[in-house]
Protein backbone atom coordinates (compact mmCIF):
# COMPACT_ATOMS: atom_id res chain seq x y z
CA UNK A 1 0.00 0.00 0.00
CA UNK A 2 1.28 3.12 -0.87
CA UNK A 3 1.38 5.53 2.77
CA UNK A 4 -2.00 6.58 3.27
CA UNK A 5 -2.38 4.03 5.46
CA UNK A 6 -0.03 5.71 8.06
CA UNK A 7 -2.90 5.54 10.42
CA UNK A 8 -2.62 1.94 10.72
CA UNK A 9 -2.33 0.45 14.77
CA UNK A 10 -0.51 -3.19 14.95
CA UNK A 11 -1.62 -4.20 11.30
CA UNK A 12 -5.49 -3.36 11.59
CA UNK A 13 -6.83 -1.92 8.51
CA UNK A 14 -10.34 -0.44 7.86
CA UNK A 15 -12.04 -0.88 5.36
CA UNK A 16 -12.63 2.46 4.16
CA UNK A 17 -9.36 3.21 4.29
CA UNK A 18 -8.10 0.07 1.44
CA UNK A 19 -11.40 1.44 -0.36
CA UNK A 20 -9.83 5.14 0.08
CA UNK A 21 -6.50 3.56 -0.78
CA UNK A 22 -7.72 1.87 -4.13
CA UNK A 23 -9.36 5.25 -5.51
CA UNK A 24 -6.52 7.66 -4.74
CA UNK A 25 -4.03 5.06 -6.91
CA UNK A 26 -7.05 5.05 -9.66
CA UNK A 27 -6.91 9.11 -9.96
CA UNK A 28 -3.04 9.24 -9.67
CA UNK A 29 -2.30 7.05 -12.24
CA UNK A 30 -5.34 7.74 -14.56
CA UNK A 31 -6.99 4.01 -14.53
CA UNK A 32 -9.76 2.23 -12.84
CA UNK A 33 -9.40 0.12 -10.58
CA UNK A 34 -10.84 -3.10 -8.80
CA UNK A 35 -13.89 -3.09 -6.47
CA UNK A 36 -13.61 -3.09 -3.37
CA UNK A 37 -15.41 -6.48 -2.29
CA UNK A 38 -13.25 -8.15 -5.21
CA UNK A 39 -10.19 -6.52 -4.37
CA UNK A 40 -10.46 -7.59 -0.45
CA UNK A 41 -11.39 -10.98 -1.94
CA UNK A 42 -7.96 -11.35 -3.78
CA UNK A 43 -6.48 -10.07 -0.59
CA UNK A 44 -7.66 -12.37 1.53
CA UNK A 45 -7.13 -15.47 -0.66
CA UNK A 46 -3.38 -14.42 -1.11
CA UNK A 47 -3.57 -14.98 2.55
CA UNK A 48 -2.75 -11.24 2.75
CA UNK A 49 -5.00 -10.16 5.24
CA UNK A 50 -7.93 -11.45 7.06
CA UNK A 51 -11.18 -10.15 8.52
CA UNK A 52 -10.90 -9.81 12.04
CA UNK A 53 -14.52 -11.33 13.55
CA UNK A 54 -15.02 -9.56 16.43
CA UNK A 55 -14.44 -5.93 14.68
CA UNK A 56 -16.77 -5.73 11.56
CA UNK A 57 -14.96 -4.03 8.65
CA UNK A 58 -11.64 -4.30 9.68
CA UNK A 59 -9.21 -6.04 8.26
CA UNK A 60 -5.52 -7.86 9.89
CA UNK A 61 -2.44 -7.41 7.84
CA UNK A 62 0.17 -9.26 9.35
CA UNK A 63 2.82 -8.33 7.74
CA UNK A 64 2.36 -4.87 8.96
CA UNK A 65 2.02 -5.75 12.99
CA UNK A 66 4.57 -3.45 15.28
CA UNK A 67 4.15 -5.11 18.03
CA UNK A 68 7.01 -7.56 18.99
CA UNK A 69 6.55 -9.11 22.14
CA UNK A 70 3.78 -12.14 23.04
CA UNK A 71 3.64 -11.02 27.15
CA UNK A 72 0.78 -9.25 26.54
CA UNK A 73 -1.46 -12.33 25.32
CA UNK A 74 0.75 -15.13 26.48
CA UNK A 75 0.26 -14.69 30.32
CA UNK A 76 0.17 -17.22 33.70
CA UNK A 77 -2.99 -18.33 33.75
CA UNK A 78 -3.99 -20.26 37.55
CA UNK A 79 -6.71 -21.98 35.74
CA UNK A 80 -4.81 -23.32 32.49
CA UNK A 81 -2.91 -26.66 34.39
CA UNK A 82 -2.76 -28.80 30.86
CA UNK A 83 -0.08 -28.31 28.58
CA UNK A 84 1.44 -30.04 25.26
CA UNK A 85 3.59 -28.59 23.04
CA UNK A 86 5.86 -29.67 19.96
CA UNK A 87 8.53 -27.66 17.98
CA UNK A 88 9.37 -27.62 14.53
CA UNK A 89 12.90 -27.60 13.99
CA UNK A 90 15.43 -27.14 11.01
CA UNK A 91 17.67 -30.12 10.83
CA UNK A 92 20.20 -28.51 8.23
CA UNK A 93 22.54 -25.45 9.76
CA UNK A 94 22.23 -24.06 6.50
CA UNK A 95 18.47 -24.18 6.29
CA UNK A 96 15.60 -21.89 7.85
CA UNK A 97 12.23 -21.14 8.21
CA UNK A 98 12.18 -18.13 5.17
CA UNK A 99 11.56 -14.30 6.39
CA UNK A 100 8.13 -13.84 5.60
CA UNK A 101 6.34 -17.49 6.33
CA UNK A 102 4.75 -16.28 9.56
CA UNK A 103 2.54 -13.51 8.52
CA UNK A 104 1.29 -16.30 5.83
CA UNK A 105 0.92 -18.94 9.20
CA UNK A 106 -0.68 -16.32 10.98
CA UNK A 107 -3.93 -15.85 8.57
CA UNK A 108 -4.33 -19.05 7.92
CA UNK A 109 -4.54 -20.17 11.43
CA UNK A 110 -7.07 -17.25 11.83
CA UNK A 111 -9.51 -18.41 9.00
CA UNK A 112 -9.01 -21.93 9.96
CA UNK A 113 -9.92 -21.62 13.60
CA UNK A 114 -12.79 -18.21 13.05
CA UNK A 115 -11.89 -17.39 16.71
CA UNK A 116 -10.40 -14.80 18.19
CA UNK A 117 -6.40 -14.28 17.27
CA UNK A 118 -3.89 -11.99 18.83
CA UNK A 119 -0.68 -11.62 16.87
CA UNK A 120 2.90 -9.94 17.50
CA UNK A 121 5.84 -9.96 15.08
CA UNK A 122 6.41 -13.43 14.64
CA UNK A 123 4.05 -15.17 17.08
CA UNK A 124 -0.19 -15.53 17.45
CA UNK A 125 -2.21 -16.48 20.27
CA UNK A 126 -5.71 -18.33 19.34
CA UNK A 127 -8.72 -19.66 21.40
CA UNK A 128 -11.75 -22.03 20.72
CA UNK A 129 -14.17 -23.94 22.45
CA UNK A 130 -14.53 -27.25 21.57
CA UNK A 131 -17.45 -29.48 20.95
CA UNK A 132 -17.44 -30.92 24.25
CA UNK A 133 -17.38 -27.15 25.31
CA UNK A 134 -13.82 -27.11 26.61
CA UNK A 135 -11.93 -23.47 26.28
CA UNK A 136 -8.58 -24.42 24.63
CA UNK A 137 -5.87 -21.69 23.82
CA UNK A 138 -2.63 -22.08 21.53
CA UNK A 139 0.63 -20.47 21.01
CA UNK A 140 2.55 -20.45 17.85
CA UNK A 141 6.03 -18.61 17.72
CA UNK A 142 8.85 -18.49 15.79
CA UNK A 143 12.35 -18.59 17.53
CA UNK A 144 15.69 -19.01 17.84
CA UNK A 145 16.76 -17.29 15.37
CA UNK A 146 14.14 -18.69 12.79
CA UNK A 147 15.25 -21.88 12.95
CA UNK A 148 12.64 -23.15 14.90
CA UNK A 149 8.57 -22.83 15.01
CA UNK A 150 7.08 -23.91 18.54
CA UNK A 151 3.61 -24.76 18.86
CA UNK A 152 1.59 -25.00 22.50
CA UNK A 153 -1.61 -25.71 23.88
CA UNK A 154 -3.02 -25.11 27.44
CA UNK A 155 -6.71 -25.77 28.78
CA UNK A 156 -8.04 -26.67 32.51
CA UNK A 157 -7.00 -29.70 34.21
CA UNK A 158 -8.42 -32.96 32.24
CA UNK A 159 -8.28 -31.52 29.13
CA UNK A 160 -5.57 -33.60 27.75
CA UNK A 161 -7.65 -35.07 24.66
CA UNK A 162 -8.89 -31.26 23.98
CA UNK A 163 -5.23 -29.90 23.78
CA UNK A 164 -3.39 -32.79 22.10
CA UNK A 165 -6.68 -32.19 19.32
CA UNK A 166 -6.09 -28.58 19.05
CA UNK A 167 -1.94 -28.90 18.72
CA UNK A 168 -2.39 -31.53 16.11
CA UNK A 169 -4.29 -29.07 13.99
CA UNK A 170 -2.49 -26.32 14.55
CA UNK A 171 0.93 -28.46 14.01
CA UNK A 172 -0.72 -29.36 10.66
CA UNK A 173 -1.22 -26.24 9.73
CA UNK A 174 2.00 -25.31 10.52
CA UNK A 175 3.92 -27.80 8.27
CA UNK A 176 1.76 -27.55 5.60
CA UNK A 177 2.23 -23.04 5.42
CA UNK A 178 6.19 -23.94 6.34
CA UNK A 179 5.82 -26.45 3.28
CA UNK A 180 4.14 -23.90 0.57
CA UNK A 181 5.55 -20.89 1.68
CA UNK A 182 9.51 -21.88 3.77
CA UNK A 183 12.05 -22.20 0.44
CA UNK A 184 14.18 -21.68 2.94
CA UNK A 185 13.32 -25.09 5.13
CA UNK A 186 14.84 -27.65 3.29
CA UNK A 187 13.73 -30.46 6.20
CA UNK A 188 13.11 -30.50 9.22
CA UNK A 189 12.19 -32.37 12.99
CA UNK A 190 9.69 -32.26 15.43
CA UNK A 191 10.84 -32.24 19.02
CA UNK A 192 8.55 -33.13 21.87
CA UNK A 193 8.54 -29.62 23.88
CA UNK A 194 9.28 -29.94 28.09
CA UNK A 195 5.56 -29.51 29.83
CA UNK A 196 8.15 -28.36 32.66
CA UNK A 197 8.90 -25.41 30.63
CA UNK A 198 5.79 -24.29 28.47
CA UNK A 199 3.99 -24.73 32.04
CA UNK A 200 6.21 -22.19 33.62
CA UNK A 201 6.32 -19.73 30.24
CA UNK A 202 9.81 -20.13 30.05
CA UNK A 203 11.10 -18.38 26.47
CA UNK A 204 13.07 -20.88 25.43
CA UNK A 205 11.70 -24.40 26.30
CA UNK A 206 13.90 -27.28 26.08
CA UNK A 207 13.19 -29.58 23.09
CA UNK A 208 13.41 -33.68 23.19
CA UNK A 209 14.10 -35.38 20.03
CA UNK A 210 12.74 -39.03 19.21
CA UNK A 211 16.02 -40.56 19.79
CA UNK A 212 16.46 -39.37 23.04
CA UNK A 213 12.66 -40.22 24.25
CA UNK A 214 13.08 -43.97 23.13
CA UNK A 215 16.10 -44.18 24.85
CA UNK A 216 14.66 -43.17 27.96
CA UNK A 217 12.21 -45.59 27.61
CA UNK A 218 14.65 -48.70 27.08
CA UNK A 219 16.68 -47.48 30.21
CA UNK A 220 13.50 -47.88 32.54
CA UNK A 221 10.61 -49.90 31.10
CA UNK A 222 8.36 -48.92 34.25
CA UNK A 223 9.10 -44.98 34.73
CA UNK A 224 10.72 -44.29 31.94
CA UNK A 225 11.97 -40.52 32.11
CA UNK A 226 14.18 -38.35 29.82
CA UNK A 227 16.75 -35.93 30.83
CA UNK A 228 17.74 -33.18 28.07
CA UNK A 229 21.66 -32.41 27.88
CA UNK A 230 20.85 -28.87 28.89
CA UNK A 231 19.08 -29.77 31.80
CA UNK A 232 19.57 -32.03 34.85
CA UNK A 233 16.09 -32.85 35.95
CA UNK A 234 14.14 -35.69 34.69
CA UNK A 235 10.91 -35.60 33.17
CA UNK A 236 7.96 -38.79 32.94
CA UNK A 237 7.92 -39.46 29.02
CA UNK A 238 4.12 -39.91 29.99
CA UNK A 239 4.07 -36.49 31.57
CA UNK A 240 5.73 -34.93 27.55
CA UNK A 241 3.46 -37.19 25.53
CA UNK A 242 0.32 -37.07 27.61
CA UNK A 243 -0.42 -40.63 26.32
CA UNK A 244 -2.94 -43.23 27.55
CA UNK A 245 -2.33 -47.02 28.79
CA UNK A 246 -2.36 -48.49 25.48
CA UNK A 247 -0.09 -45.90 23.89
CA UNK A 248 2.80 -47.60 22.27
CA UNK A 249 5.13 -45.56 24.21
CA UNK A 250 4.25 -47.40 27.17
CA UNK A 251 2.60 -50.47 25.84
CA UNK A 252 5.06 -52.11 23.91
CA UNK A 253 8.52 -53.42 25.73
CA UNK A 254 11.56 -51.84 23.80
CA UNK A 255 12.07 -56.08 22.48
CA UNK A 256 9.07 -56.24 21.10
CA UNK A 257 9.66 -53.13 19.32
CA UNK A 258 13.08 -54.23 17.65
CA UNK A 259 11.52 -57.52 16.48
CA UNK A 260 8.69 -55.39 14.68
CA UNK A 261 11.17 -53.06 13.62
CA UNK A 262 13.31 -55.59 11.68
CA UNK A 263 10.42 -57.51 10.38
CA UNK A 264 8.91 -55.04 9.20
CA UNK A 265 12.49 -54.16 7.29
CA UNK A 266 12.37 -57.65 6.12
CA UNK A 267 9.24 -57.73 4.65
CA UNK A 268 7.88 -56.42 1.03
CA UNK A 269 5.80 -54.10 2.73
CA UNK A 270 5.85 -50.42 1.69
CA UNK A 271 6.49 -47.96 4.08
CA UNK A 272 4.07 -45.40 2.26
CA UNK A 273 1.47 -47.63 2.78
CA UNK A 274 2.22 -48.08 6.29
CA UNK A 275 2.77 -44.80 7.26
CA UNK A 276 -1.09 -44.07 5.47
CA UNK A 277 -2.41 -46.77 7.39
CA UNK A 278 -1.11 -45.00 10.29
CA UNK A 279 -2.62 -42.17 9.41
CA UNK A 280 0.63 -40.03 8.76
CA UNK A 281 0.03 -37.09 6.21
CA UNK A 282 2.69 -37.67 3.60
CA UNK A 283 4.78 -34.71 4.25
CA UNK A 284 5.35 -35.95 7.84
CA UNK A 285 6.24 -39.36 6.69
CA UNK A 286 8.73 -38.25 3.93
CA UNK A 287 11.73 -37.73 5.83
CA UNK A 288 10.97 -40.62 8.31
CA UNK A 289 11.02 -43.23 5.51
CA UNK A 290 14.19 -45.33 5.32
CA UNK A 291 12.96 -47.57 7.74
CA UNK A 292 10.55 -49.22 10.14
CA UNK A 293 12.36 -48.01 12.84
CA UNK A 294 12.71 -44.47 11.85
CA UNK A 295 8.72 -44.40 11.16
CA UNK A 296 7.44 -45.95 13.80
CA UNK A 297 9.62 -43.96 16.53
CA UNK A 298 8.18 -40.39 14.81
CA UNK A 299 4.89 -41.84 14.58
CA UNK A 300 4.80 -42.57 18.61
CA UNK A 301 5.13 -39.09 19.30
CA UNK A 302 1.40 -38.79 18.45
CA UNK A 303 -0.45 -38.90 21.23
CA UNK A 304 -3.01 -41.24 19.05
CA UNK A 305 -0.37 -43.76 18.52
CA UNK A 306 -2.14 -46.59 20.39
CA UNK A 307 -1.98 -50.37 20.26
CA UNK A 308 -5.02 -51.31 18.67
CA UNK A 309 -4.43 -48.63 15.96
CA UNK A 310 -1.31 -50.25 15.30
CA UNK A 311 -2.19 -53.55 14.87
CA UNK A 312 -5.53 -52.28 12.62
CA UNK A 313 -2.15 -51.15 10.38
CA UNK A 314 -0.60 -54.07 10.56
CA UNK A 315 -3.96 -55.99 9.25
CA UNK A 316 -3.94 -53.63 6.17
CA UNK A 317 -0.86 -53.83 5.29
CA UNK A 318 -0.74 -57.97 5.69
CA UNK A 319 1.73 -58.25 8.22
CA UNK A 320 -0.21 -60.88 9.77
CA UNK A 321 3.01 -62.41 11.69
CA UNK A 322 4.26 -59.12 13.30
CA UNK A 323 0.59 -59.15 14.27
CA UNK A 324 0.18 -62.09 15.68
CA UNK A 325 3.88 -61.64 17.54
CA UNK A 326 2.11 -58.61 19.31
CA UNK A 327 -1.32 -59.81 20.87
CA UNK A 328 -1.66 -59.36 24.35
CA UNK A 329 -0.95 -62.74 25.44
CA UNK A 330 2.58 -62.96 23.78
CA UNK A 331 3.54 -59.45 25.05
CA UNK A 332 2.28 -60.40 28.89
CA UNK A 333 4.17 -64.06 28.39
CA UNK A 334 7.71 -62.09 27.04
CA UNK A 335 7.09 -64.75 23.84
CA UNK A 336 8.94 -62.67 22.05
CA UNK A 337 11.98 -65.25 21.15
CA UNK A 338 9.59 -67.12 19.68
CA UNK A 339 7.66 -65.22 17.23
CA UNK A 340 11.50 -64.00 16.61
CA UNK A 341 12.36 -67.72 15.53
CA UNK A 342 9.61 -67.72 13.22
CA UNK A 343 10.29 -64.26 11.60
CA UNK A 344 14.12 -64.92 10.85
CA UNK A 345 13.62 -68.29 9.25
CA UNK A 346 11.71 -66.56 6.45
CA UNK A 347 14.43 -64.12 4.99
CA UNK A 348 17.68 -64.60 3.45
CA UNK A 349 20.77 -62.82 3.18
CA UNK A 350 21.89 -61.19 6.32
CA UNK A 351 19.38 -63.07 8.42
CA UNK A 352 21.75 -64.94 9.74
CA UNK A 353 22.93 -61.93 11.68
CA UNK A 354 19.17 -60.66 12.12
CA UNK A 355 17.73 -64.08 13.59
CA UNK A 356 20.92 -63.59 16.13
CA UNK A 357 19.83 -60.20 17.29
CA UNK A 358 16.11 -60.82 17.37
CA UNK A 359 17.09 -64.32 19.55
CA UNK A 360 18.88 -62.23 22.32
CA UNK A 361 16.05 -59.82 22.94
Not at 94 to 112: E, H, N, S, W, Y
Not at 121 to 129: A, T
Not at 172 to 198: H, K, N
Request: proline share 4%; hydrophobic share 35%; glycine share 4%.
Amino acid sequence: FPIHLDNVVNGEVEKSDIERTLRDFGRRHQTSVLDIEEALHILCTLEICYPIPEKPGVYQFPALIQKKRREEFWKANADMTTYVGRRIQCLADTDIITPGTMPFLQTRVAVKVNSKCDVWQGGLMVNKVTDRGCYVEGLIELSDREKCIDIVTRGPANSEHECWHFLKELLSTTETVVEERSPGTGSWCDLVLSRRDIASLTEKPTGYTVEEINEAKAANERRPAVTSSGSQRPESITDLLVVSENHVAVSLPCNVKEVMWRFIDQSDVDLDSLAEALGMRLADAAFCLNSAEELLKHWSLDVEATLPKLLKALQECGLEEVLEMLTEERIASNEVAKASTKISHQSSGDSTTCKAELNSS
